[in-house]
């Protein structure tokens, strides 16, 4: 899996409450990627970080926000849980630049209830 | 209008009978053309990456080729291994961001 990791592997939350997703790697990469995964809908992106404390949207950033205080962490929150958030979040990291191959971690299962 | 589209979006085949997936792409500014597998409940991997037009990439009994409007995913002779969802993706000038923009995937079965 390139060295990504993804925290938690699965979690269930509470419609309304904050929750946080981490991605960690250890290729020094500087791209990553927030990425959700839907039926119908494949996968689309929320958030992408260039360097440390660069962060731009992606297509469906709505009700996400991410922070990258290191290389190697990006973390995407979802400051307040709705049930269309239920999905499955995938990072990904990209030595870059654009056009450059992207390599996925294993995935977060979230369920909203 | 989708931009990337992939079919057919399922797929059933015998061991051993080759055929081809397609991914066609509306977007202009072509910066690369991604293949990429996913099998159930992980995160999907890496195959292939296209960046002109007449470009081929071959790997085991993968192939994929590039058009300007479109890519092919060969698949000789296949292996129940082989079974998985294919997904496109590609990356483009003025797209917005970044990131990659994916089709659906082709969900291929090869039976034994």
């Known amino acids: 899996d390139a060295g990504i990791t993804q925290s938690p592997r699965h979690k269930v939350t509470e419609t309304g409450t904050p929750v946080t997703l981490r991605c960690h790697q250890t290729e020094n990469h500087r791209y990553m990627y927030w990425y959700r995964q839907d039926p119908g809908h494949g996968l689309r992106l929320i958030h992408y970080?260039?360097?440390?404390?660069?962060?731009d949207k992606g297509e469906v950033s709505d009700g996400y926000s991410v922070s990258r205080s290191k290389t190697e962490d990006f973390l995407l929150t979802l400051e307040s849980a709705t049930s269309s958030q239920t999905s499955v979040y995938f990072c990904?990291?990209?030595?870059?630049?654009?056009?450059?191959?992207?390599?996925f971690g294993q995935g977060t299962r979230l369920t909203v209830v | 209008e989708d931009q990337v589209t992939q079919s057919p979006e399922a797929l059933r085949l015998q061991e051993g009978e080759s055929s081809s997936l397609n991914c066609s792409y509306t977007?202009?500014?072509?910066?690369?053309l991604f293949w990429y597998r996913q099998d159930p409940g992980k995160g999907p991997e890496f195959l292939f990456t296209l960046y002109s037009a007449g470009e081929e990439k071959e790997k085991e009994r993968l192939k994929a080729t590039l058009t300007k409007k479109e890519s092919f995913l060969h698949i000789t002779a296949p292996k129940p291994e082989d079974s998985a969802t294919y997904l496109c993706?590609?990356?483009?000038?003025?797209?917005?961001?970044?990131?990659?923009?994916f089709g659906k995937g082709t969900h291929l079965i090869i039976q034994p």
């Open positions: 970080s260039y360097g440390v404390k660069d962060t």
């Open positions: 993706a590609v990356m483009y000038s003025g797209g917005g961001a970044d990131g990659l923009t």
């Open positions: 977007v202009s500014g072509l910066r690369g």
């Open positions: 990904a990291i990209s030595a870059g630049p654009p056009g450059t191959e992207a390599f």
